[in-house]
């Protein structure tokens, strides 16, 4: 590691790092007065050079830049074929990325100096023999070769080795009495072989490991006690730690024998469990016991019925409960025995329940004690829930809940809420916290009227809401008031809404059947309004509006009354054919700051713009669309947007060519499509 360290260091800083643009003479007295030297080569041609130099064979480390992802300065296979021979006492050598690593390997026969190899992401399928000469090895990187299928019989003569990585790998199996190599530290996986040569056993030999280790294929123990040859408790070392089984052992008895033997020392800190086909889960598990466990996931039981006491976990964090298809109900065994004398899940932060198809019911803690600290829950794909959440989460920042239909929703109390997800398969509530203020989307939700009191028990009422997002929901009204530091509205396919006022009531037989209320947004600057056929008007009081978009709404009548809108910049308003007809008397001009204007989508239309339809002289874009019988630009009514700098004609089939000089000399971007 210490050479390791100081040829990196100079690598990277460019110390003792020369390029073969070097003075060769130079690159000889480094290698003369200090016993690390790296080589870094900057350009392909540049490897030509190398073979002229003496001292070369004093080579320590060996990382071809091609591994770090420079790939236009790195090496091809057949240089460092020919390159590598000549390293003769190379002690940290990187292949990584190569595919033909095994037989670069090959080539350079002497590895005995070798310490650190690293052959990740690489395509062999398995290690070249000559490998297992490398008996002074101590560090090995395999990670991500997904086709390595198999591991040198030979390899426990490396007796040297203390790191292996074979993190996401095509492995299946070990090799014979790997319980040999007695100085590994860290393992980060063992597959356990077949039923007939299971060799579990094996790393009861390793009692030096630590860090992370998951263990593979447990489906083909067969013997509880070749599971206790592992001594997964004595070592106290060991931090992290996965068990799997990757095969329905059908619910076989003595799983929970091979579980129970299992169990890690008690200062593991992460643990999970993926797989189990027991129906009767060990005491150890949920054990307070384990007071340093900080992270649990149990994954896959598919016949467990009852949770385990996990509650009683005084440092778990995060908690994961996933498929468990037999669990109908979650009662007071889910808090373990604290329950009465102290806090259920007192350090929780995060918990994640997914995919549980039999669950209907949360029997909830009484007391507000439970979950004290809890800042995430996530509920999905359990399509039986139908009550209830915990009532008191004082540190909720996060709550998802998704795929759950049948779930009657009550929100817990939460006063500090940064994220809410509601959704199923045909509806969506999404509830986001801004710097100062909350987003609100609303995708096919049904019951709006209740979202406000359920809001307030987040600290979120709608006097919070900066941006309202609504999607296919059946409101007829959505009273603007209500919201009075709003400042983004956008509504799409709410076929039924009828008005941004409070709801209207009826009148008397001698007035009018409808009355319109006039209401304020102050703050209001982005309304967006498509597909609201039932929408007729709205006359609101809008002063900080800058953006308006009106799109299908073909039941509006008459344009908006926003009030004198002094900072109006942005209007486009297109297929609303009612308001369209009245195109002439909307008085464009009472918006001095209007900037951006795009009109479409209407039938009538053969000249643009048309006589009485003044456009106002500050507009500095201007946007023609879906006029299908637009024959003509009138171009005098153009010259006086001496401010114009763009105009944008699209789907306009008719219209016959702009004559040259015509357009106003500011523009300076056209586009026609």
């Not at 507000?368 to 920042?397: G, T």
């Not at 006039?518 to 703050?523: A, N, V, Y």
């Not at 009612?578 to 001009?589: I, M, P, T």
């Not at 003044?614 to 006086?640: A, E, F, V």
């Amino acid at each position: 590691m210490h050479d390791l360290t100081n040829d990196l260091a100079k690598l990277v800083c460019g110390d003792f790092s020369y390029s073969l643009d070097d003075d060769d003479n130079g690159l000889r007295d480094i290698s003369r007065r200090t016993r690390y030297l790296s080589y870094a080569v900057t350009r392909d041609e540049d490897i030509k050079s190398v073979g002229g130099i003496d001292e070369v064979h004093n080579l320590r480390t060996f990382m071809p830049m091609s591994t770090w992802g420079w790939s236009n300065r790195g090496f091809n296979s057949e240089e460092i074929h020919n390159l590598l021979p000549r390293f003769k006492r190379l002690r940290v050598l990187s292949l990584s990325g190569y595919d033909n690593a095994g037989q670069l390997l090959d080539s350079f026969g002497n590895l005995k100096h070798l310490r650190f190899l690293n052959l990740s992401r690489t395509s062999m399928d398995k290690l070249p023999e000559v490998l297992c000469a490398s008996y002074n090895l101590q560090t090995l990187i395999l990670s991500g070769c997904k086709k390595l299928v198999g591991l040198p019989a030979k390899m426990t003569m490396l007796t040297n080795l203390y790191h292996l990585d074979i993190t996401e790998t095509g492995l299946q199996d070990m090799p014979p009495q790997i319980g040999k190599l007695r100085r590994l530290q860290l393992l980060t996986d063992f597959f356990v072989g077949t039923p007939e040569s299971s060799n579990i056993k094996e790393l009861g030999e390793l009692q030096a490991l630590k860090g992370e280790l998951r263990i593979w294929n447990l489906q083909n123990v067969l013997d509880p006690q070749d599971a206790s040859g592992a001594n997964l408790g004595g070592k106290r070392n060991l931090k992290t730690l996965s068990l799997v089984w990757r095969a329905d052992t059908g619910n076989s008895p003595h799983q929970q024998g091979i579980l129970e033997q299992l169990q890690p020392h008690k200062d593991v800190e992460a643990l999970s469990i993926d797989g189990y086909g027991g129906e009767i889960l060990p005491k150890w598990v949920g054990d307070s016991y384990f007071s340093k466990l900080a992270s649990l996931s149990l994954v896959e039981f598919k016949y467990c019925r009852f949770l385990p006491p996990l509650g009683q976990l005084s440092s778990l964090k995060t908690l994961l409960i996933k498929a468990w298809d037999g669990v109908e109900i979650i009662g007071p065994e889910f808090y373990g025995r604290c329950i009465s004398t102290n806090n259920p899940f007192k350090s929780l932060q995060t918990l994640i329940f997914e995919r549980m198809p039999q669950w209907h019911e949360w029997v909830l803690y009484d007391d507000d004690k439970a979950f004290p600290r809890l800042q995430v829950l996530r509920i999905r794909e359990c399509p039986k829930l139908s009550r209830a959440l915990p009532n008191h989460l004082p540190s909720l920042m996060e709550l998802e809940i998704k795929g759950c239909p049948q779930l009657v929703l009550s929100l817990p109390m939460s006063p500090i809420i940064n994220k809410m997800i509601l959704s199923n398969d045909y509806a969506e509530v999404k509830l986001v916290k801004l710097s100062s203020g909350y987003s609100l989307r609303l995708f096919s939700f049904q019951a709006l009227q209740y979202l406000p009191k359920e809001m307030g028990k987040l600290g979120c009422d709608s006097t919070t809401l900066l941006s309202i997002d609504i999607v296919g929901a059946t409101i007829k009204w959505l009273p603007l008031m209500f919201f009075p530091r709003l400042k983004q509205l956008t509504i799409w396919a709410c076929l039924n809404l009828e008005s941004l006022c409070v709801q209207e009531e009826p009148c008397s037989h001698s007035e009018s059947t409808s009355s319109s209320l006039i209401c304020q947004s102050p703050h209001l600057e982005k309304l967006s309004l498509h597909n609201c056929p039932k929408l007729k008007s709205f006359h609101c009081f809008l002063p900080s509006l800058v953006d308006l978009k009106i799109y299908h709404c073909d039941g509006m009548e008459s344009f908006p009354r926003v009030g004198s809108s002094s900072k109006l910049e942005s209007l486009k308003i297109q297929g609303c054919h009612k308001l369209l007809a009245g195109r002439k008397q909307w008085n464009l001009q009472r918006f001095p700051s209007l900037s951006r204007f795009c009109f479409g989508a209407c039938e009538e239309v053969e000249s643009f713009p048309e006589e009485g339809m003044l456009l106002p002289s500050t507009l500095t874009s201007l946007g023609i669309r879906n006029l299908p019988k637009l024959k003509s630009l009138d171009c005098k009514g153009l010259q006086h947007l001496t401010s114009l700098r763009e105009l944008i004609i699209k789907y306009c089939s008719k219209l016959q060519p702009i004559p040259e000089g015509s357009l106003p000399s500011s523009v300076s971007v056209l586009t026609v499509s």
